[in-house]
């Protein structure tokens, strides 16, 4: 047996590759966690039996006028959508305001940060009296914002607005 000399190897040392590695992991950890922005895009649903009759006319009465609003909501002004634009038990998200705007009973119109308590993810959808979070299935009520199933554990901030006639604006 001939003794040879031993040479280190000429590529990156196993410690760089496993840091590269561990390091490429975390960037893909954290960009599958960011949630993402639909800009101005915005969904409706009905409930599941609503029909289109007749409530569009006095929709004034059930404004909504408390709570704590979600901060990063848009500032109030110009009219959001149309008391028509949502229906009875079902509501329409409003991605680029943050908002979500829903019609538990007849004539009566509540509004929710559209950013779930649980990830920070966008609400995208409102069926049969629920707002839906698609991220990690998080359920909200339409009634009241509270958690109808997690992974959230708090509800959605009530958000202020204003029904004057047939027009719905932020407060």
């Known amino acids: 047996m001939t003794s040879a000399s031993i040479k280190p190897s000429s590529g990156p040392a196993r410690r760089t590759v496993v840091t590269a590695a561990g390091v490429a992991g ?25 029909s289109s009759g007749g409530t569009s006319g006095g929709g004034s009465e059930g404004a909504s006028s408390g709570g704590t609003g979600g901060g990063d909501n848009a500032a109030g002004g110009g009219a959001l959508t149309t008391t028509a634009d949502i229906p009875e038990g079902g509501g329409k998200v409003f991605g680029s305001e943050k908002v979500v705007v829903v019609q538990p009973s007849a004539g009566t119109y509540k509004a929710y940060s559209a950013v779930c308590t649980h990830a920070g993810c966008g609400v995208k959808s409102v069926a049969d009296g629920i707002i839906n979070c698609p991220c990690h299935n998080s359920n909200f009520s339409i009634e009241d914002g509270s958690v109808k199933s997690g992974p959230a554990t708090k509800p959605l901030p009530e958000v202020k607005i204003t029904v004057s006639g047939d027009s719905i604006s932020l407060a």
């Open 26 to 50: 975390l960037a893909v950890a954290l960009t599958a966690c960011g949630g993402s922005d639909d800009g101005g895009s915005s969904e409706s649903v009905s409930a599941g039996s609503a």
